[in-house]
């Protein structure tokens, strides 16, 4: 099967510093996390979880992609996507 995101919930890890979001693969649930600094721009001010949400929705397309290629890598328990993965 391919990764798909039919749910287009998403929530902020304050934990992780990072926005969570999940992929899935037939009836499996895959969690990712893109960390807060992926979705901000080089010398941004401090954002609220509501801005890192915002940023999340309006990248969402390239973050999926991003996620199907890290996806394709092996599978593994959980996803974190960082600034690099982007590049």
Not at 24 to 52: I, W
């Amino acid at each position: 099967m391919t990764l798909q995101f039919p749910n287009r919930s998403r929530r902020f890890d304050e934990v992780r510093n990072a926005v969570r979001f999940i992929g899935h693969d037939g009836m499996f649930e895959v969690p990712f996390f893109v960390e807060a600094a992926a979705l901000t721009l080089p010398g941004s001010m401090e954002l609220s979880e509501a801005d890192f949400l915002t940023a999340f929705d309006a990248a969402r397309g390239s973050i999926h992609d991003v996620a199907r290629e890290a996806y394709s890598y092996g599978r593994r328990t959980s996803y974190t996507l960082t600034e690099a993965d982007f590049r």
